[in-house]
Nanobody, 119 residues
């Protein structure tokens, strides 16, 4: 019932900035948790940013450079990435924990969006 559609990925030069989006649709009552993961080729998926009931955390590798946020009116979660480095290159996935009209809590994943940092 709930769908997450990611957008905003692409090619950016080192030191540049990018904002990726995760738009949720469906019978959403509230988004209680949100997170962004990334996975590079040949590597495990890793957590880069999360917000759980108002508590925000970042991986050490992105702290001070990435910012997770949301727009409740648009049911959209964002990840703003500044001072990008080549090692940030990966497919980025959003994940939300949401309450719907009929279920107290479920986990939903986006399809992923490619971010490539290269000169």
């Amino acid at each position: 019932q709930v769908q997450l559609v990611e957008s905003g990925g692409g090619l950016v030069q080192p030191g540049g900035s990018l904002r990726i989006s995760c738009a949720a649709s469906g019978n959403i009552v509230s988004i209680n948790t949100m997170a962004w993961y990334r996975q590079a080729p040949g590597k495990e998926r890793e957590l880069v940013a999360s917000n759980t009931y108002g508590v925000t955390s970042y991986a050490d590798s992105v702290k001070g450079r990435f910012t997770i946020s949301r727009d409740n009116a648009k049911n959209t979660v964002y990840l703003r990435m500044d001072s990008l480095r080549p090692e940030d290159t990966a497919v980025y996935y959003c994940k939300i924990g949401a309450r719907t009209a009929f279920r107290l809590s479920d986990i939903y994943w986006g399809q992923g969006t490619q971010v490539t940092v290269s000169s």
